[in-house]
């Protein structure tokens, strides 16, 4: 029997012994694995504190279209409405005690952007704006007559201030939902519109509205109107 030599012993005991060596392109798609995982919590995380943030810091709850908070009877409704228009914003207080079905009815047109677009199509000065997409303008000589009647009372005796936000009275359908801002305070304006709100912010911008030039219907002779409306728990 061959002897084996003390040299080829050793160098076998090291190729038993030795560690086993990782493939090159192993490691590297080892870490690049790790990085993507520590990369998209990362994203995850920088999300959803800036969407948090986001909704704390404005008070915004709706987006156009989807209603994000489910039935607004089982929650918390949104006290406030800013109308975007043309002109600047406009700022309202929603009466959701007074009138909750009005209110609902005006959110879930806001969550479905009814009122995205909508032009201001009866302007008349010292009485009302109307924002509708109806072009039957009706009673602007009834909305004049109040207007100039009401001009010449006692304004702390009348029930309405200006600057109050309501809807024609009636069945309505989704075309049907106009919005009035009255520019003067007129007593029974219960008798023409539901009023469910009133302007706290933006008077100026209703008066710049109420000074637009207009032809013999009252109608404004230059585009004007909402582009859209974002609802809110606090001005």
Request: with cysteine.
């Amino acid at each position: 029997m061959a002897r084996i030599k003390p040299q080829a012993l050793l160098q076998q005991s090291k190729k038993k012994k030795g560690p086993a060596r990782m493939n090159l392109t192993t490691i590297i798609l080892f870490s690049l694995i790790v990085v993507l995982i520590v990369f998209f919590l990362f994203s995850t995380y920088r999300h959803w504190t800036h969407r948090s943030r986001f909704q704390s810091d404005n008070g915004l709850f709706v987006s156009e279209g989807e209603n994000e908070y489910g039935d607004p009877k089982k929650s918390d409704v949104p006290g406030y409405a800013v109308l975007n228009t043309s002109k600047g914003h406009i700022a309202v207080e929603l009466y959701k005690k007074s009138f909750p079905e009005v209110v609902d009815e005006f959110i879930d047109l806001c969550q479905k952007g009814h009122f995205n677009g909508m032009p201001f199509n009866l302007v008349i000065k010292h009485t009302v704006i109307q924002a509708g997409k109806n072009q039957k303008f009706g009673a602007s000589e009834d909305w004049t007559s109040r207007g100039k009647h009401y001009s010449q009372l006692d304004s702390s005796s009348l029930k309405h201030k200006a600057f109050m936000l309501g809807t024609s009275k009636g069945k309505r359908d989704n075309k049907g939902f106009e919005l009035f801002i009255t520019t003067a305070p007129i007593t029974n304006l219960n008798e023409k519109v539901i009023v469910f709100g009133r302007v706290v912010k933006g008077e100026d911008v209703v008066q710049e509205i109420e000074e637009v030039d207009t032809d013999e219907n009252y109608e404004p002779k230059s585009s004007i109107g909402i582009i859209n409306v974002s609802l809110r728990q606090k001005i």
